[in-house]
Each structure stands twice: as C-alpha cells, then as structure tokens.
C-alpha cells in the first residue's frame, strides 16, 4: 500500500511541476510589459496619428545618480541611488528586476570637475528620464494599458487546469473499500461580446483500491454548460459596453499622457528661464553695488575736502549699503531658485550644476525684431504743443511676434487640436453609452440555459467496474431550462437610469464649460502676448534713457550743478529697468510657449524635446 502511495503522490508532483514550473515571475513581467506596450502603441497610433517608444521602467543609470558618486554627494539609503542600486531581500521572486541594465547614450561617462553645465534643451531631457513627477505620469499610463489588458482578458478563452488526489474509504457495507482516487481535468469558459457564457470540461479518473484485490478502473468524463441573455443584458452594445469603455478610457489616458509632456516642457522652460532671469537680476545687483560703492568714494572725498555736505555724503553711503543688502538678497534668491529648479529635474538639491546664460542672450536677440522703437527715434519726431489735444496710441499688431495670432484662428487652432478637448467630447458620448446601458436594466430578464453531461466519473467504490474511454454523446445527459425574471421590482434600477441622465446633463456641461475655459485662456494669452511686447518696447526705452540719465548726472556731479540725490535716484531707475527689461524678455517667451501649449500645438517627443509650431504652415494648407 505504501508502494501504491508513494506511485500516486509521484504522479501528482509530477503533474504539479509541469503546471506551475513552466515561467517564473520575471517571465510574467516581461510578457505582460510587452501586451502594455502593444496596446500603448496601438492606442498612440489611434489617439495621435504616430508612434513613438515608451518605457516605464527608468534607466539603471540616471544623471542623478552619476551626480551622487561623480559629486560625492549625501544620501540616506541606496535607494537615492535608483532602484538598481536596491539589494534583493528574503524571499525576493524569480526577477532580474533589480538588476542594472546596459547603458547607453554615454550614461556612465564621468561628469568631471567643476559644475555641470545645462542648456534648456538639456534640462528637457534632463527631466524626461529623472523627474519623479514626469515618471509617475508615465506609470500611471502604463497602468492603464495594464487595466485594459485586464478587461480584454473576460473575453478571452480561459484554460484552467486542475488535479486531485484523493485517499478514499467506503465502510458503509461488509464488503470494504479503501483506494486512491486521482481526477485530473481541463476546463474551457469564453464569454462572447453578445453576451452567451460557455464553459466545457474533459477530465478522466483513476483508481486504485488498496488491498489484496488491488482492483484499478479509468474513465473519461466531459461536461458543457451554456447562458444565452434574450431581453435584459442581451445584444454587444451591452455586454461589450465595460470594455468599449476601457479602451476608450486608455485613449483618453493617451490625451492626457500627451498634454502632460506638453505642460511639463513649458513649465521647465519658465522654471529655467526664472533662474536665468534671477541671474541677470544679481549681475545687475552686483554692477549697482559698485556703482554705489564709486559714488560713495566720490562723494566722501568731495565732503573731506568741503565741498559736499555731509547730508549728501551720508546719503551716499547709505545708498551703498543698501545696494549691499540687495545683492546679498538677489544672490541667495538665485540659489533658492536654482535648488527649486534642481528638484524639479529630480535632481539632488545639493549637485553643482549651471545653467547657460547664452539663452537669455538669444532670447534678447531673437526680440529685436519686437523692439524697434529707441530714443532717437522718438526725439526725431514732431512734438506738437502741450495745450494741444491727446490721443493715446493704441497697441496695434505693427512688428507683432509669431504667435501674436488672430483671435478667431486661434480658438479653431485649439478646438482642432487640444486633446483634453476630444477627451471631453469623448465623455459626452461616453454619457449617451450609460443611459443606453442603464435603460436596458429595466427591461425583464429571459435567460436560456443549457447542459450535457457525457461519460462518467470513478471513486472507490466502482473501481472495480470496466475501463471506459468513450464520450458518448448519443448517451450523454441534455438539460435546458429558461427563466424569466419580470420587472415588477426595477427600484434601484430606475434611480441608477434617472442619474445616467443627470450624468449626461454634467458631461454637457462640463464640455461647454471647458470651450468656455479655452476660448477664455486664449484670448488672454493673446493679450498676455500684446501687453509682453508692449513691455519689451517700453522697458528697452526705460534701460536706454536710465543709462543715459546716469551718464549725465555723473557728468553734471563731477561739475557741481546737481545734488547727490540726483545720481542716486538714476541708479535705482537704471537697476530697476535692467531687471524689469529681463522679466518681459522672459514673460514674453513664456507666453509664445504657453500659447503654442493651450493651441496643442506644441509637440514633445518621448526624450523631452519639443517642435514649435510655425505660424507659416498655415499659409501652406
């Protein structure tokens, strides 16, 4: 009987380790992360009309982790590092997840000495592979495809495998009975979009008594069940409803993943230029302070010999102090702003990075077609008396920037191409589907159910019967039955109904609201446009006249016909104009992207990189 035992249970084990010692969770990872990326590209190609690559999993080596080691910077635990960097703990699956992956694209070349210089199209691919933020977007995209693949699988064939082994007794009659039993069986269940429910099984049974008549019996079984709806829950357009909505919710998650990479790119381009901008405000700072410092001298050597009064000379050195403070002040903005910018990236707070102050300069020489308006101009023009009448100049679209749009192109830019836009539109549809589905749940309920059962199982107590191999389906078992469920209790159903509708009523307006939001948000980033240039032109003046006003007061101190206070006051305006000449340099740029955002047209590629739109390829279409 042990001889027997140990025969069945080998059986069993063995049947155990083919079923379950074929894959391993890491081959369960990288199946199911290449079913995410299908559906990711194929749902790219239906949302975006392209494909582009998409990895959720982030390169074992970062720039941020090059910075840690090259820099010899602080951390707390290796998982700063990244998650390569992590130690298998105990009882770790059967995954080569935490191993480090080959790098490319010079990922292990050293940073050298000396701080890491970044230009903005660096910082944008910078960000793409290291922000945490940008990441979390990425997965939860991925998630999404997971989600669908998820739902896919309720229409799918499903194989499941079972095997039993069983130790039996049969005491109930004199003549005894103790065996083992082994059932092993296949089953096959597939739902169809029509909604019709199969399942079939085929299994055969084994047994063994155990005593001295050592008695043995096998027989195969098979067995088919059937659901087919008739009224309520039947036809595709209800049954196949929840995975209708998945794949239309992964599209959305497409717009969305999209809009997102456009939105980030700006917001990089706005941090980074704030920093560049704070930059120019401590060079600034620091060319006041010497400024304040000579006048300083100056004044105390002209009250040292008398001739400046000392109201004046402490005026002086108070301004100088002043100026000190300020550009204390402004350096230490830039330093906070640059540690902001750094965290940003989703880079160490603490790394030697910066940035190009190149791309301000181009910044101000790609605006000089905007600013075309100096002092000699305006003094070469006719003065007319003062008592005469003023008529105020209105902005006009003379020497406008590329994105300065018309008000009408613009909005049918954006209903054409904002994706968040379609993914509205899509709800409203989405809406439609619901009430569809819900009104469907008030009807009755008519079910067909059908059954075969052919050949037949063993236990203990007919093993001593004949081997039976045969399905025969002319002997088999047949059962239908039909069931009507009327719709005399359809409470919960008919509120569920009434709030689809009411669901439908919030998509409409949620769609009106967001046309509204977007024709909104344009026209002001049209004006947003129109006022920056407006400010580049009166703040180039601003600079140009303060230089020349501090030129002539030191020229006009030096010969004692003004005060001190005279010199002073054109130093601030000077320190004041330079800064707020940057900032409309900046706002201005920040604007064209913003719009060229809210027109969906800005394009960001899967590196962080983006194509600008060029107004000119409206005039080709």
């Not at 659901?227 to 239309?248: D, F, N």
């Not at 940003?344 to 190009?356: F, M, N, R, T, Y």
Request: hydrophobic share 40%.
């Amino acid at each position: 009987m042990i001889a027997n035992c140990k025969g069945q249970f080998f059986f069993v084990c063995a049947g155990l380790i083919i079923l379950t010692g074929c894959s391993t969770a890491g081959k369960y990872r990288e199946n199911i992360d290449r079913t995410a990326a299908k559906i990711i590209e194929q749902k790219q190609m239906e949302a975006l009309g392209k494909i582009e690559p998409f990895l959720v999993e982030p390169p074992a080596v970062t720039l941020r982790r090059r910075l840690m080691i090259d820099q010899n910077l602080q951390y707390s635990n290796p998982a700063s590092l990244g998650t390569k960097n992590l130690e298998p703990i105990e009882h770790w699956p059967k995954d080569d997840y935490l191993e480090a992956d080959e790098t490319v694209d010079g990922a292990t070349e050293p940073i050298g000495e000396g701080p890491l210089r970044i230009t903005l199209i660096d910082a944008l691919q910078i960000a793409a592979q290291n922000s945490r933020q940008y990441q979390s977007s990425k997965e939860s995209l991925f998630s999404t495809a997971l989600s669908l693949d998820l739902r896919r699988d309720q229409f799918r064939n499903t194989f499941t495998g079972a095997l039993d082994n069983n130790i039996s007794a049969n005491l109930g009659n004199d003549d005894e009975k103790r065996g083992v039993v082994t059932s092993g069986a296949v089953n096959l269940s597939r739902r169809f979009l029509n909604g019709i429910t199969l399942s079939a099984r085929i299994g055969m049974d084994l047994v063994k008594l155990l005593y001295r008549s050592n008695d043995s019996s096998k027989s195969l079984f098979g067995d088919a069940s059937i659901t087919i709806p008739l009224l309520r829950g039947a036809g595709r357009h209800i049954v196949a409803e929840p995975l209708l909505q998945s794949e239309r919710n992964m599209l959305y998650a497409i717009h969305d993943f999209e809009r997102y990479k456009r939105t980030f790119a700006v917001n990089i381009a706005q941090n980074y230029l704030s920093v560049l901008q704070q930059i120019d405000s401590v060079k600034n700072a620091e060319d006041n302070y010497k400024s304040r410092v000579r006048t300083a001298r100056f004044s105390l050597r002209l009250g040292d010999a008398g001739d400046m009064d000392p109201i004046q000379v402490d005026q002086a050195i108070q301004q100088q102090l002043s100026a000190r403070e300020g550009w204390i002040r402004s350096k230490y903005t830039y330093q906070r702003r640059l540690d902001s910018f750094k965290v940003l990236l989703g880079l160490p707070a603490d790394s030697k990075i910066e940035l190009v102050t190149e791309e301000l300069e181009r910044l101000a020489v790609s605006a000089q077609q905007i600013i075309n308006i100096n002092l000699d101009r305006m003094r070469e023009e006719e003065i007319p008396p003062a008592d005469a009448e003023i008529v105020l100049r209105q902005p006009t679209m003379e020497n406008a920037g590329p994105m300065e749009l018309d008000e009408e192109m613009a909005i049918r830019l954006a209903f054409e191409n904002r994706l968040d836009l379609r993914t509205i539109q899509g709800e409203v549809y989405d809406a439609q589907r619901a009430v569809v589905v819900a009104a469907d749940d008030l009807r009755a309920e008519l079910t067909l159910l059908g059954s075969v059962d052919v050949g037949e199982g063993r236990s203990v107590s007919t093993a001593d019967e004949p081997d039976r191999y045969d399905l025969n389906f002319q002997k088999g078992r047949y059962n239908a039955l039909l069931t009507l469920d009327l719709p005399f209790e359809r409470t919960a159903e008919i509120i569920a109904y009434r709030n689809s509708l009411i669901s439908l009523e919030r998509a409409v307006r949620n769609l009106q609201d967001l046309e509204d939001t977007i024709k909104t948000d344009i026209r002001n980033l049209l004006r947003d446009l129109l006022e920056a240039r407006e400010g580049l032109q009166i703040q180039a003046l601003a600079v140009e006249l303060a230089q020349n006003r501090v030129r002539s007061t030191n020229i006009s101190l030096e010969a004692g016909r003004i005060d001190i206070r005279d010199l002073l006051e054109a130093q601030t305006a000077l320190l004041s104009a330079q800064d707020d000449l940057t900032n409309a340099l900046v706002n201005y740029r920040v604007a064209e992207l913003q719009i060229q955002r809210d027109l969906g047209l800005l394009e960001v590629n899967e590196k962080g990189l983006w194509k600008e739109f060029s107004p000119e390829e409206l005039n080709h279409e």
